[in-house]
């Protein structure tokens, strides 16, 4: 069998490497891809996400059983509904499914009308309303862009003051294009945040271990946000009780509702959750892996990746298995600068071997060599699993000393905050 992995991140890398690794996976093309992919005997496919066409063509003359799609942006311009017009299988959910993630307001509507928890909010299109809803409100509050906006258009902000600036930025300046005409201010939840991610095929899904994300860019959650900056699973200091707490009152109504809506879901649906004192809420829904999350949850996957996902599309029941034990552990490596400006063209360290996995990001071939060079934001990330969380972050931590990271930067307390 051969597959096609639209995207082109440490996400998209962990997820065609895995499904490599399954039986009867003969090739894994990636579109786009990075170079340090081939590194794993990844194809990469020099087509970019939102040329729908002709991925479908490729698709269809390289024999492609099935698709699995990365990014989020793909999923919000209806690439699923594109592939599955052409009469091709794609695993992710259409662009009215995915709207979970792309509108904020629309998640909220859902969550309240099915009964979801999460934070009290007003969205807005109007600055002076806007403000004096703020205003009423009063601080800790959070401001959201209500589009996509890579992670970047939130602003929890610790005065009134604060609030309002985020506020104008983003519907008067226009800080965030489109994305930001409309805000969502909500009330700030206190309490630890994790993420449960889940495969999903209507009414049935399937829970994948917690994990948590170190989303600041600097040590201490200090410095702005980012994509993700390392993450492990599952979370030690998480009762099993919240889990299930968290599937009863959270996953199964949001299926529930959007099949209701004439919105059933397929992919993997992610639940960013804060623990509150009063139980698990949603501080939003993604429509796709979390990166970094997915390079740290599916080594811990011990089942057949690809038949999994072929049973759940083919509405079949998978044997999905984990492994029970340990803590998987991941720090990624970012250009200096990141997120905000930085420079390419750094030279990266050699690909790690043994129990370290380097799963790559933006990484590209110097001009004329299979030398790797920084290419992006985000490059690479270590991950390995060990016993409990120090151990794994001694012998990623060990790693990272070794290795030659001029110019790129990375986080030295990934996992700090777990109880060890
Ligand atoms: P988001 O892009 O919605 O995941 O938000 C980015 C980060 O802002 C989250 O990971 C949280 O740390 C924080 N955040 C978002 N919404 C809230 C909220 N209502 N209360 C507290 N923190 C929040
Ligand atoms: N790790 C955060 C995200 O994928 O949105």
């Known amino acids: 069998m051969k597959l096609l992995v639209v995207g082109s991140?440490?996400?998209?890398?962990?997820?065609?490497?895995?499904?490599?690794?399954?039986?009867?996976?003969e090739q894994v093309f990636v579109a786009p891809g990075n170079d340090g992919m081939t590194l794993d005997g990844l194809d990469l496919v020099n087509i970019g996400i939102s040329e729908h066409?002709?991925?479908?063509?490729?698709?269809?003359?390289?024999?492609i059983a099935w698709s699995f799609i990365g990014p989020d942006d793909a999923l919000a311009a209806g690439i699923v509904d594109d592939f599955n017009q052409a009469g091709l299988k794609a695993f992710g959910p259409s662009r009215l499914a995915a709207e979970l993630e792309w509108s904020k307001d629309f998640a909220k509507e859902i969550m309240v009308k099915y009964g979801v928890p999460t934070a009290a909010y007003g969205t807005f299109s109007d600055f002076e309303e806007a403000k004096a809803y703020i205003e009423?409100?009063?601080?800790p509050i959070v401001v959201k862009a209500d589009g996509l906006a890579l992670g970047k258009g939130v602003v929890v902000a610790e005065?009134?003051?604060?609030?309002?600036?985020?506020?104008?930025?983003?519907?008067?300046?226009?800080?965030?294009?489109?994305?930001?005409?409309?805000?969502?201010?909500?009330?700030?939840?206190?309490?630890?945040?994790?993420?449960?991610?889940?495969?999903?095929?209507?009414?049935k899904f399937y829970i994948m271990p917690t994990a948590q994300d170190h989303k600041r860019a600097y040590d201490?959650?200090?410095?702005?946000?980012?994509g993700g900056m390392g993450a492990y699973a599952p979370v030690p200091h998480l009762p099993k009780s919240v889990v299930v707490q968290s599937v009863e009152t959270i996953i199964k109504p949001v299926l529930k509702g959007m099949i209701a809506e004439g919105r059933p879901y397929l992919g993997v649906l992610y639940a960013g959750l804060i623990l509150t004192a009063d139980g698990p809420k949603v501080i939003e829904f993604n429509s796709r892996f979390g990166d970094p999350e997915t390079q740290i949850i599916l080594p811990r996957l011990t089942s057949d990746f690809a038949q999994n996902i072929t049973d759940i599309l083919d509405k079949k029941e998978p044997t999905i298995t984990w492994l029970d034990e340990g803590v998987t552990l991941g720090v990624v490596v970012a250009s200096e600068g990141y997120p905000?400006?930085?420079?390419?063209?750094?030279?990266?360290?050699?690909?790690?071997?043994g129990d370290?996995?380097?799963?790559?990001?933006?990484?590209k071939f110097a001009e004329n060599s299979r030398a790797l060079l920084s290419n992006g934001g985000r490059v690479y990330m270590l991950v390995t699993t060990a016993d409990t969380v120090?151990?794994?972050?001694?012998?990623?931590?060990?790693?990272?000393?070794?290795?030659?990271?001029?110019?790129?930067?990375?986080?030295?307390?990934?996992?700090?905050?777990?109880?060890k």
Do not use: C, W
Not at 53 to 63: G, Q, R, V
Not at 402 to 411: A, V
């Open 159 to 203: 005065t009134v003051e604060q609030a309002v600036e985020a506020a104008q930025e983003m519907l008067l300046d226009n800080k965030f294009g489109d994305s930001g005409a409309r805000v969502v201010i909500e009330e700030f939840l206190d309490g630890e945040e994790f993420s449960l991610f889940a495969f999903v095929n209507g009414d």
């Open 53 to 63: 066409s002709k991925l479908i063509e490729f698709a269809k003359e390289n024999d």
């Open 220 to 226: 201490g959650d200090k410095g702005p946000n980012t």
């Open 356 to 363: 370290i996995i380097t799963y790559y990001a933006g990484a």
């Open 136 to 139: 009423k409100q009063g601080a």
């Open 9 to 25: 991140g440490g996400r998209e890398h962990a997820i065609a490497k895995k499904l490599l690794d399954s039986q009867g996976v």
């Open 390 to 419: 120090s151990a794994a972050q001694e012998k990623i931590y060990n790693q990272l000393k070794k290795q030659d990271t001029t110019g790129l930067f990375y986080r030295t307390d990934i996992g700090s905050k777990a109880n």
């Open 340 to 353: 905000l400006d930085y420079d390419k063209g750094k030279p990266l360290p050699e690909k790690t071997a």
